[in-house]
């Protein structure tokens, strides 16, 4: 990396003076304190966080550094990207003092803010107070970068204040199949503007970064290098500054860019010079509501603050693409671009909390992308943000498709909705089974969640997403007048249903089989299980499966059975969706138990071990990226809904509780990927698992938006008395609703904000005596339940059972 221009051996260092009157970057400071934040851990600070918009993110060290980090595009998915290339590999600043300078890249804190963070340094030998703040706005491709310096002694204090970019203009992870190549970078100075410019020669890709007018950066040698790994090159600026005592200044850095044009790049970076103080609190503002939005009040204040801020996480993840689309992204580091089956996940749960807008716009992202890359309704799996996909699609995708396209007409009623996409699940399950199915018994062949090499039969989370599909698919026909095919969608659901508790149970075991295939294919598995089990020490694992390869080899190795082999998460899938026979879902769920740890569920049951339960520490993952002897939040989610469905709220909610353990353990403010702090620092599908249980399950908001009814049955944890959700949006409607308990006394409350609607308040008939305050419709009772119909702003039931 060329790190010295010609042109910054010729230097031009300007002094200020600061004054007293409230600048803007000082309305951003005192704005802070009305921020949600929590502050890190210091033996973390040398974990990556995340300043993010949905146009550009920066992703960098708490303690201020920008290392080499990420493996898509190996080393290079930090710094700053404005997707589909990055800017920047990171920066470095200093402040000296006479003969004393410090570097700022070894902060001594961090604090993550809902739409900002900031790290503190100490300069106490300069006798100065310096914090970085970070901050993008909405909808724009730059970033501000604040300094913040505070002169706490007594004398005047003469600094010079040295920021160095590091440029590195490079194309996103699989930028080669849609012609981007990455070549060098220059970097130019326009001493009229005071702006630093960096071009990737082989491009129009561009980058600007400056400061304010009372802040005319000028060229200098570089300060507190770095030495990041790629084509670019790097350019030091700095700025003599004179601080009384007592006083402070706040320097505000601009980082913009465009791969199109130096012109929009120059625009965006003027926009944010003019304007940042509005967008600050313009996305302040929208912030708020996110956090009012579904905002639940419950016993347990660390999975409220929990469900809050992963209501930010899912925002942090939007990535916004001109001439690709708008949607979120699975995770940060290294997948911020688009997956089939992480939307699916995320989008049912992400309904729940209000944001239509971003479900709509990633729903048909995903589409679009699928119909053009497929275009018979497979959905992709994998697709990077210059349009380019990685893996045309998993099995299990499709089906997963045609429930998530279900769950969001449930929340939304909107009929164009349906009709636009129906035809996307028309095509999609007739693509899996024509083309997948290939012994005809609908049982489609290939692989679903878990990719492990050659676990591509008849696999168990693939059968139990079908098996809802075609019921979801039935209820849309029906909608849409398509009765022939809702009733032909119908029968194949039921069929399904018989066969996965018929053929896919494994009493010895008791469980779901992780897959259908013959003892030949189990046979060859089964090696493979052992490698991996004898690799991570599992003597139990390896005796198991050395018991079970003995049994499978006097079959015939052409017989045909379920197998369980790998104790993966998803043989909880049955219970997830509710297709589980009820007392097999019992069994299943307590052989589930098992294969946990303090922070949720095993990916490979086989990963565990008896020291499992007291493994409360970070996770010692493999140096090169892999997830053997992983515990995740979606496999912990899916059994906490599965518990769920089956009338266990105090099971599910100790899974959830488990899942709180993570957050905020690495980064504040967020819950990685792998418990407690390997892999993605932030993750989307934490948006299922946590909203699904706590929204549709404990609190029992469970809408009928089309019809214009809402059915609440809430199944809350033993322990919790009272709690209440405010601001749940339902099609045009928007509810809230007050949960309380006390011995043998409840009460349910509901309000809205269109009385037409009809709530439907289910309560069990062990409530001997019911009193009803609001406008009643009907009254019924079914499956232990009294239900009770209500229209009104306002429906509230009182029971007891004495």
């Known amino acids: 990396m060329s790190k010295y221009p010609l042109f910054l051996l010729f230097t031009s260092i300007i002094a200020f003076s600061c004054s007293s009157p409230k600048t803007p970057q000082d309305q951003l400071q005192e704005s802070l ?8 851990k210091s033996t973390y600070l040398g974990s990556p966080f995340t300043a993010a918009g949905d146009r550009l993110y920066l992703i960098g ?25 990055k800017l920047m590999d990171g920066f470095t600043a200093s402040v000296s003092s006479g003969a004393s300078s410090i570097c700022l890249d070894k902060g001594k804190s961090f604090t993550n803010y809902s739409i900002a963070n900031s790290i503190e340094f100490d300069a106490s030998d300069l006798g100065l107070e310096v ?3 970070h901050f993008v706005p909405d909808g724009k491709p730059g970033m501000v970068v604040l300094f913040q310096i505070n002169n706490v002694d007594k004398s005047e204090k003469s600094i010079r204040f040295q920021f160095n970019a590091y440029v590195d203009l490079i194309p996103v992870w699989l930028g080669e199949r849609t012609g981007m190549m990455d070549s060098t970078d220059v970097i130019s100075y326009d001493e009229q503007t005071k702006i630093f410019t960096g071009k990737d020669q082989g491009n129009d890709w561009y980058t600007v970064w400056g400061s304010s007018s009372e802040f005319p950066l000028s060229p200098m040698e570089i300060s507190c290098e770095m030495s990041p790994k790629g084509k670019g090159t790097a350019a030091g600026a700095a700025i003599d500054l004179i601080i009384p005592a007592g006083e402070s200044i706040s320097i505000p850095i601009f980082i913009a860019g465009s791969d199109q044009n130096n012109l929009a790049a120059l625009e965006i970076f003027a926009a944010l010079k003019s304007n940042y103080v509005d967008d600050w609190f313009a996305k302040k503002s929208r912030f708020e509501i996110l956090k009012q939005t579904a905002e639940i009040q419950i016993p347990d204040a660390e999975l409220q603050q929990a469900f809050e801020w992963i209501k930010y996480n899912t925002d942090w993840l ?8 708008r949607g ?7 997948y911020p671009w688009w997956f089939g089956v992480d939307s699916e996940y995320t989008i049912q749960g992400l309904i729940t909390t209000g944001r239509k807008d971003l479900v709509y716009s990633t729903i048909e992202l995903i589409h679009s992308l699928s119909e053009k890359e497929n275009g018979n309704g497979r959905i992709v799996h994998e697709v990077s943000t210059n349009g380019a996909v990685f893996n045309p699609g998993n099995i299990n995708e499709t089906p997963q498709w045609a429930s998530m396209l279900w769950e969001v007409y449930r929340w939304t009623g909107d009929r164009e909705f349906l009709e636009r996409y129906f035809p996307s699940v028309e095509k999609g399950l007739d693509w899996l089974l024509q ?16 990719e492990i090499h050659g676990l591509e039969s008849e696999m168990i989370d693939v059968a139990a997403y079908s098996q809802k599909a075609f019921a979801d698919a ?14 032909s969608y119908q029968q194949t659901a039921d069929a399904l249903a018989e066969k996965i508790n018929r053929d896919f149970w494994v009493p010895e075991f008791g469980s779901y089989a992780d897959f259908i295939g013959t003892a030949e294919e189990a046979l060859h598995l089964i090696d493979g ?19 079970t390869k003995a049994k499978l080899s006097t079959l015939p190795k052409d017989q045909k059975q379920g197998f369980v082999l790998y104790h993966n998460w998803v043989v909880n899938t049955p219970m997830e969706t509710g297709i589980a026979d009820p007392e097999k879902a019992k069994i299943a769920l307590a052989t589930g138990r098992k294969y946990t740890n303090p922070f949720g569920v095993f990916v490979t049951g086989i990963d565990r071990d008896e020291q499992a339960e007291s493994e409360d520490g970070t996770f010692s993952g493999s140096k090169i990226f892999s997830y053997t002897g992983a515990v995740m939040t979606l496999p912990t989610g899916v059994q906490a809904i599965g518990e769920n469905k089956y009338g266990n709220p105090d099971r599910a909610l100790d899974y959830l509780k488990r899942m709180t353990r993570s957050f905020g353990f690495a980064l504040p403010g967020s819950i990685y990927e792998v418990s407690p702090d390997y892999g993605m620092f932030t993750q989307a599908w934490n948006m299922y698992s946590f909203a699904v249980p706590i929204i549709t399950q404990f609190f029992g908001i469970q809408p009928d938006a089309g019809n214009r009814v809402i059915y609440i049955r809430p199944q809350m944890p033993s322990d919790w008395e009272n709690a209440s959700i405010q601001k749940v949006i339902i099609g045009d409607n928007i509810i809230s609703m007050r949960y309380e308990k006390s011995g043998d006394q409840l009460s349910i409350e509901v309000e809205q904000s269109e009385k037409k609607w009809g709530v439907s308040i289910e309560i069990p008939e062990s409530y001997s005596k019911v009193k009803v305050l609001g406008k009643e419709v009907s009254s019924d009772t079914k499956d232990g339940f009294r239900r009770i119909l209500m229209t009104g702003a306002k429906a509230k039931v009182e029971a007891s059972k004495n």
Do not use: C
């Open 33 to 40: 304190e009305n921020l949600p934040s929590l502050t890190g």
């Open 131 to 133: 914090n970085r703040l």
């Open 61 to 85: 060290n708490q303690d201020g550094g920008f290392p080499d980090m990420g493996w898509h595009v190996e080393g290079e998915m930090g710094g700053i990207w404005m997707h589909p290339i």
């Open 328 to 334: 979120f992204g699975a995770g940060l580091q290294d």
């Open 474 to 487: 039935a209820k849309m026909a029906e909608i849409l007048g398509k009765t022939a095919l809702s009733e």
């Open 318 to 325: 939007v990535r916004d693409v001109p001439g690709i689309g």
């Open 435 to 450: 083309e997948n199915d290939k012994d005809g018994n609908l049982l489609a062949d290939g692989y679903g969640m878990m």
């Open 529 to 547: 299980a052992i490698v991996r089990a004898d690799t991570l020490n599992k003597p139990w694992a390896v005796e198991e499966l050395k018991a």
